[in-house]
């Protein structure tokens, strides 16, 4: 994409500002801030291969955590393979970077706040009551014939999901090994919008900036201050308030992109900032052999992690009208097609671990009779199902279920002030 009202123009490289005498953008080259404007009011198509991308990353974590997937890789990997919470950070810059883009871009309209809010609940709240609604009320009188039954505790605290708060029962240990607990980023999230466009609305842009940077560091104090206090790192891991690192630091990201002005003087050190974030990552990983939920790695590498992604967003829009080679996994169709479905994928990816590791559990002793290379390929096998069968679903939700209240959403338009009559 480049701007064709000027000759002379101004190209953003990564880390440095360069003057060009043509008007074609090639690989790695960033355009001028009306093209990165332009950019940021359309739809950009690596952002949803972000979104595929970290899809498929917290499947294979998930569908490997027992066999014979889990034989597919060595231990230390599979270390690695169980935490799928990096993903989740991308998830929540992610939602951060857009939601605080689609406030800041109609702030000011007469139905700021309606249009945000049913927009919102059209996109994500038919299919989330309707999970539970399945769950809670029509899978129990079914018995061993319904879906995979809730434990007993889940059941009679479901009014905490009924309400998006299920992340808070982490403290009382109750939200553990449930088929909904990856419900508690969808409430993280589910509270990040009720409040934030309140925090739009009654801030400045600098002011909100400074709410940004502000957030992470109060989370990095709440879950150091908790994990001394011998806070389980799971049950830390679910609070919003320990949560606060991606969705602050997206939203600052938008803020970003949005002033020309923080825009030129963060740019020469976008490549700086990212391989900062990284060492402090190998860092805390070296020093506690792994980032595991109940060590500092997983205390203090939210940030790290936080500051990453929301650097990773702001070069996708800058190179968004370029022909990047880096972007290109990122714009592979398969992979933004993951994208486009994650949220009936997220929702429907746990029930069916579950449902299919209890089937499959029986069988696991016949599993040591198999020689490496058949449990490998039948571990593959597995994974591969495992992951077509989730994209189904989540395919299927959208073309029948989804997709036709989404579309409604094209009722519920922006009304700006009208100005002012002259004379």
Same mark, same amino acid.
């Given at each position: 994409?480049h701007?064709?009202?000027?000759r002379?123009?101004?190209?953003?490289?990564?880390?440095s500002?360069v003057k060009? +005498?043509?008007?074609?953008?090639?690989a790695? +080259?960033?355009?001028?801030?009306?093209?990165v404007?332009?950019?940021?009011?359309?739809?950009?198509?690596?952002?949803?291969g972000?979104?595929?991308?970290?899809?498929?990353v917290?499947?294979?974590?998930h569908?490997?955590?027992?066999p014979?997937?889990?034989?597919?890789?060595?231990?230390f990997i599979?270390d690695?393979?169980?935490?799928?919470?990096?993903?989740? +950070?991308?998830?929540?810059?992610?939602?951060?970077?857009?939601?605080?883009?689609i406030?800041?871009?109609?702030?000011?309209?007469e139905?700021?706040?309606?249009?945000?809010?049913?927009?919102r609940?059209?996109?994500i709240?038919?299919?989330?009551y309707?999970?539970?609604?399945?769950?809670?009320?029509?899978s129990?009188?079914?018995?061993?014939?319904?879906?995979?039954?809730? +434990?007993?505790?889940?059941?009679?605290?479901?009014t905490?999901?009924?309400?998006?708060?299920?992340?808070?029962?982490?403290?009382?240990s109750?939200?553990?090994?449930?088929v909904?607990?990856?419900?508690?980023?969808?409430?993280v999230?589910?509270?990040?919008?009720?409040?934030?466009p309140?925090v739009v609305?009654?801030?400045?842009?600098r002011?909100?900036?400074?709410?940004?940077?502000?957030?992470?560091?109060?989370?990095e104090?709440?879950?150091?201050?908790?994990?001394?206090?011998?806070v389980?790192?799971?049950?830390?891991h679910f609070?919003?308030?320990?949560?606060?690192?991606?969705?602050?630091?997206?939203a600052?990201?938008?803020?970003?992109?949005?002033?020309?002005?923080?825009?030129?003087?963060?740019?020469?050190?976008l490549?700086?900032?990212?391989?900062?974030?990284?060492?402090?990552?190998?860092?805390?990983g070296?020093?506690e052999?792994?980032?595991?939920?109940?060590?500092w790695?997983f205390?203090?590498?939210?940030?790290?992690?936080?500051?990453?992604?929301?650097?990773?967003l702001?070069?996708?829009?800058?190179?968004?009208?370029?022909?990047?080679?880096?972007?290109?996994?990122?714009?592979?169709?398969?992979?933004r097609?993951?994208?486009?479905?994650?949220y009936?994928?997220?929702?429907?990816?746990w029930?069916?671990v579950c449902?299919?590791?209890?089937?499959?559990?029986?069988?696991?002793?016949?599993?040591?009779?198999?020689?490496?290379?058949?449990?490998?390929a039948?571990?593959l096998?597995?994974?591969?199902?495992?992951?077509l069968?989730?994209y189904?679903f989540?395919?299927?939700s959208?073309?029948?279920?989804?997709?036709?209240?989404?579309?409604?959403?094209?009722?519920?338009?922006?009304?700006?002030p009208?100005?002012?009559?002259?004379?």
């Amino acid at each position: 994409m480049h701007d064709p009202s000027c000759r002379e123009k101004t190209l953003w490289k990564f880390g440095s500002m360069v003057k060009s +005498e043509t008007n074609n953008v090639t690989a790695g +080259e960033l355009t001028s801030y009306p093209a990165v404007r332009r950019t940021i009011s359309g739809h950009i198509p690596a952002l949803d291969g972000i979104r595929g991308l970290g899809m498929l990353v917290v499947m294979i974590c998930h569908f490997c955590t027992f066999p014979p997937s889990s034989a597919l890789v060595p231990g230390f990997i599979q270390d690695v393979l169980n935490l799928g919470w990096p993903s989740m +950070e991308s998830f929540f810059a992610l939602s951060g970077f857009l939601i605080t883009g689609i406030l800041l871009d109609t702030k000011g309209a007469e139905n700021f706040f309606s249009y945000f809010y049913i927009r919102r609940a059209l996109r994500i709240l038919p299919l989330y009551y309707g999970t539970l609604f399945v769950l809670f009320v029509i899978s129990p009188p079914l018995g061993r014939w319904g879906l995979p039954h809730l +434990e007993k505790s889940s059941t009679s605290l479901q009014t905490w999901y009924w309400f998006y708060v299920a992340n808070w029962l982490s403290l009382r240990s109750q939200l553990l090994g449930t088929v909904i607990t990856h419900f508690w980023s969808l409430a993280v999230e589910e509270q990040f919008y009720l409040v934030w466009p309140c925090v739009v609305f009654l801030t400045s842009r600098r002011t909100l900036a400074k709410v940004c940077i502000a957030l992470p560091l109060a989370s990095e104090v709440i879950r150091t201050v908790l994990f001394l206090k011998g806070v389980d790192g799971d049950a830390i891991h679910f609070l919003t308030v320990a949560q606060f690192d991606g969705l602050a630091l997206g939203a600052l990201a938008a803020l970003i992109v949005r002033e020309e002005n923080w825009l030129r003087r963060i740019s020469p050190y976008l490549k700086p900032i990212a391989f900062g974030a990284l060492a402090v990552l190998v860092i805390l990983g070296l020093a506690e052999g792994g980032l595991a939920f109940n060590g500092w790695a997983f205390m203090l590498g939210n940030l790290p992690l936080g500051v990453l992604f929301a650097d990773l967003l702001i070069v996708i829009v800058l190179n968004a009208g370029s022909n990047s080679r880096w972007l290109k996994p990122l714009n592979a169709r398969w992979v933004r097609s993951c994208g486009d479905y994650s949220y009936a994928m997220y929702v429907f990816h746990w029930p069916l671990v579950c449902f299919y590791s209890r089937r499959v559990a029986p069988l696991t002793k016949y599993l040591s009779s198999l020689s490496s290379p058949a449990l490998i390929a039948l571990g593959l096998l597995q994974l591969l199902t495992l992951c077509l069968v989730t994209y189904g679903f989540g395919k299927l939700s959208w073309w029948a279920f989804e997709g036709p209240i989404h579309d409604q959403r094209k009722h519920f338009k922006i009304r700006w002030p009208k100005p002012e009559t002259l004379g």
